[in-house]
């Protein structure tokens, strides 16, 4: 298993964080790795920054990140002035990208028919990111059924509402969820 597969393990809540507020809750909390669903180009560098100063580990979601255009040219830029640990993308053009610039990439795919579920296994092989975050969360047999299938960290992101949630997509074969929940990124200790 791949680096980010073993921090991961150690740290099964990932925080997703959506706005300031979320930011300022998260730096107050023990979760260690925090996903950045937000953001501009004008403050990316500062909310990196500010997690980082609080000893996050800290991935970008390359797509959110407004007045930024999803290509190469933004990736290069968010290392730049950003410095994140990896970045999530639902572009596998963004995954090898970023991969090929040194960062560490999560592959987040949308699993809502069959056709998806084979399509994204089909991406992941092909760029092999280091972890894929799987959604909806919830979704126990498609974690089972990709982890056979791709080899890699799988990551349970969406819907993640429960304690309970967390324990059965841990069970499926997952071995993170990601949660905007608050009170759930707390239970890694």
């Known amino acids: 298993m791949n680096n980010l597969g073993e921090i991961l393990i150690e740290n099964p809540v990932v925080a997703a964080i959506r706005n300031e507020e979320d930011l300022d809750k998260v730096i107050e909390s023990d979760v260690k790795i925090v996903f950045v669903l937000f953001g501009s180009i004008v403050n990316i560098a500062q909310i990196c920054r500010q997690l980082k100063e609080h000893s ?6 390359i797509d959110l990140v407004e007045g930024l255009k999803g ?3 933004g990736i290069e830029y968010v ?3 950003a410095e994140p640990y990896g970045i999530i993308s639902t572009k596998p053009t963004n995954i090898k990208y970023a991969k090929n ?3 560490n990439t999560i592959q987040r795919i949308f699993i ?3 056709l998806s579920l084979e399509t994204g296994i089909k991406n992941i092989k092909t760029v092999q ?15 089972k059924s990709m982890e056979k299938k791709v080899h890699l960290p799988i990551i349970a992101g969406g819907l993640i509402q429960t304690k309970k ?5 841990i069970g499926a074969g997952a071995v993170a969820v990601s949660t ?9 200790e």
């Open 112 to 114: 809502i028919d069959s």
């Open 129 to 143: 990111p280091d972890a894929v975050e799987v959604m909806p969360g919830v979704a126990s047999k498609i974690i």
């Open 71 to 73: 290509d190469s040219k």
């Open 56 to 61: 996050k580990i800290v991935f970008v979601h």
């Open 101 to 103: 610039l040194g960062l």
């Open 79 to 81: 290392k730049k002035i």
């Open 180 to 188: 905007t929940k608050r009170v759930l990124w707390e239970l890694n």
């Open 165 to 169: 949630d967390i324990i059965e997509s």
